[in-house]
């Protein structure tokens, strides 16, 4: 995917996160990305969800809200860029995030509960913008990202942390 992005419109840290898009389409992408995602989680045995493979590294509830928080995150950043809001946009801590998420109180349907509420925001914000609001480019965490690049970067890493959930976890 990263072949459809121009050189500046994101940081090279997401290039891997660029490359495993659901689709070169990004409604598309994250409309697949929805039901697949739904349909892992459902199929994650609810004992394993408060699981972490190691000591200090999060559980399978903080990863799937990790994703949540993240799409929430990236697609204000969309809504900014797009709307050529010209003011930097910080960082976040991640790993602030998470211990503060209460993610291992929920169920796997509170969950994905979430997470479709989320998903179906970011596919109404991108259904709306227009060629060039898609090509709009702000500043996130002192690096440029256009508004594509963060409607790949939340498909891509979505799948990023299924991959991550089926090599340590399950």
Do not use: C
């Amino acid at each position: 995917m990263q072949s459809l992005l121009a050189q500046g419109e994101y940081n090279p840290y997401y290039g891997s996160f660029i490359d495993k898009a659901e689709s070169n389409n990004i409604i598309e992408g994250l409309q697949l990305g929805k039901k697949k995602f739904i349909d892992f989680v459902n199929a994650i045995p609810k004992e394993k969800l408060t699981y972490a493979y190691e000591d200090g590294k999060w559980t399978i509830a903080e990863v799937i809200q990790h994703i949540i928080d993240t799409e929430r995150i990236f697609s204000y950043r969309a809504l900014r860029f797009a709307r050529k809001d010209q003011e930097p946009l910080i960082g976040f801590d991640q790993d602030a995030y998470v211990p503060n998420s209460n993610a291992n109180t929920y169920s796997a349907e509170e969950l994905i509960e979430d997470f479709e509420a989320v998903r179906n925001s970011s596919i109404t914000l991108y259904k709306r913008f227009t060629t060039d609001m898609l090509t709009q480019i702000g500043e996130a965490s002192g690096s440029p990202m256009s508004t594509r690049a963060a409607g790949y970067i939340l498909s891509g890493h979505q799948n990023h942390h299924v991959e991550v959930i089926k090599e340590r976890y399950l």
